[in-house]
């Protein structure tokens, strides 16, 4: 066991006082792993437009002080009671959604909507006993989706951690825990596209291209990147999109215009937006008799979603996905080995880097929509 175990350890993490301020490097005291959890130390992480919206408070209760971030990848310090499939210098992968492995979602092979350890955007506490794991001065720091790895160390439950090959670089494989899996999982879990189908991806940020990226490992022949951002596209060709659509350049529909192209229409849409005309969009701009539509994005919590029913009549399919689709202990770290064997590329989604010090420049970044990925180096 390493010499800190059990004990407190004092370190850096950068905390948000109150919504849209800029984050401050603090001491926290960080307790020691209870019951089913692991303390890990982070090396990198990397930030996720889910960060930003829950820091800007939109739309949710706003809880603060707290510690956000939950795209890293660390090595295992020390584990709690209880805590068999993990030890000290394992390397890791947090994720804001869990496996229990024995509720009945986990035990489903259709299902990874864990029902113990399913994303909770307002709980700041561990599950075990309603407390929070780091402190300044005393006064608890709330945690953030259960991983806050804006932190040099931080304690999440063991069901949320994905043990992945210790000779993955972890610099790079970071971006696999949020984003680039959930957008790779919806096509090549959900959407499934045949070898040589056409697809079409509505919302190219980092996501999008992920799920455009699936569609160039499963062999598809036409990628139509759909977006109102003209200078996506040049990027979007890197991960496979060989056509482009802005809805604004036509008089009709999208739907209508992509039908048009592909002879009724394509195979298979992937919606990465959260825009409900988008999700509208995306499912009847899918071929009759066999086309599916896959919704990733999240809708504004009043949005509805309006169609004839006569489009699923005809033999379209509608799906949703929460985080590809992926059982974050189990097929995580097959999406490394994804990459470990170059079936995979991640490097083109990581644009940028910078030092824990600078965490707030991986702010600026996203807000003004400069890149896909901004790594933040812990030791920096």
Same mark, same amino acid.
């Given at each position: 066991m390493s010499s800190t175990a059990g004990q407190v350890i004092r370190c850096k993490a950068a905390v948000a006082w109150e919504a849209g301020k800029p984050l401050v490097i603090e001491e926290v005291e960080v307790a020691p792993p209870q019951k089913n959890e692991v303390r890990v130390k982070i090396l990198y992480t990397s930030l996720c437009h889910t960060d930003v919206y829950f820091w800007e408070a939109k739309g949710q209760n !706003?809880?603060? !002080?707290?510690?956000?971030?939950?795209? /890293?990848?660390?090595?295992?310090?020390? $584990?709690?009671?209880?805590?068999? +499939?993990?030890? !000290?210098?394992?390397?890791?992968?947090?994720?804001?959604?869990?496996? *229990?492995?024995?509720?009945?979602?986990?035990?489903?092979?259709?299902?990874?909507? *864990?029902?113990?350890?399913?994303?909770?955007? +307002?709980?700041?506490?561990?599950? @075990?006993?309603?407390?929070?794991?780091?402190?300044?001065?005393?006064?608890?720091?709330?945690?953030?989706?259960?991983?806050?790895?804006?932190?040099?160390? #931080?304690?999440?439950?063991?069901?949320?951690? /994905?043990?992945? @090959?210790?000779?993955?670089?972890? +610099?790079?494989? *970071?971006?696999?825990? *949020?984003?680039?899996?959930?957008g790779l999982g919806a096509t090549l879990n959900v959407a499934k596209p045949p070898k040589g189908s056409t697809v079409a991806v509505f919302g190219l940020g980092a996501v999008g291209l992920a799920a455009a990226e699936g569609a160039r490992i499963a062999g598809a022949s036409r990628i139509i990147g759909v977006d109102l951002n003209p200078k996506r596209f040049e990027e979007a060709k890197k991960f496979g999109c060989t056509e482009f659509v802005n809805p604004m350049d036509h008089e009709k529909p999208v739907q209508e215009v992509l039908a048009e192209m592909t002879d009724?229409?394509?195979?298979?849409?992937?919606?990465?937006?959260? @825009?409900?005309?988008?999700?509208?969009?995306?499912?009847?701009?899918?071929? +009759?008799?066999?086309? $599916? /539509?896959?919704?990733?994005?999240? !809708?504004?919590?009043?949005?509805?979603?309006?169609?004839?029913?006569?489009?699923?009549? @005809?033999?379209?399919?509608?799906?949703? #996905?929460?985080?590809?689709?992926y059982k974050p202990r189990s097929d995580l770290p097959s999406v490394v080995e994804k990459y470990m064997n170059k079936e995979l590329e991640v490097e083109k989604f990581i644009t940028h880097q910078v030092p824990f010090s600078e965490i707030n420049k991986a702010f600026d970044y996203m807000l003004k929509g400069e890149g896909l990925r901004c790594i933040i180096r812990m030791d920096g």
């Open positions: !706003p809880l603060f !002080p707290r510690i956000y971030g939950h795209e /890293a990848g660390g090595i295992v310090e020390s $584990v709690g009671e209880g805590v068999t +499939d993990l030890a !000290p210098g394992d390397h890791v992968l947090p994720v804001f959604t869990g496996e *229990c492995k024995e509720c009945a979602h986990c035990q489903s092979e259709e299902s990874n909507m *864990c029902s113990l350890l399913r994303i909770n955007t +307002d709980r700041g506490v561990m599950l @075990n006993d309603g407390q929070s794991r780091f402190s300044i001065n005393g006064k608890p720091i709330y945690h953030f989706v259960g991983t806050s790895t804006f932190s040099e160390y #931080t304690v999440i439950h063991v069901g949320c951690l /994905a043990k992945i @090959n210790p000779l993955a670089p972890l +610099d790079k494989v *970071c971006v696999l825990s *949020c984003g680039i899996s959930t009724g229409g394509v195979d298979r849409s992937v919606e990465c937006t959260g @825009n409900i005309n988008a999700m509208i969009s995306a499912f009847e701009c899918v071929h +009759d008799g066999w086309g $599916v /539509a896959v919704l990733v994005g999240v !809708p504004h919590k009043d949005a509805t979603f309006k169609t004839h029913p006569m489009n699923l009549l @005809n033999e379209r399919t509608l799906k949703g #996905t929460f985080f590809g689709n």
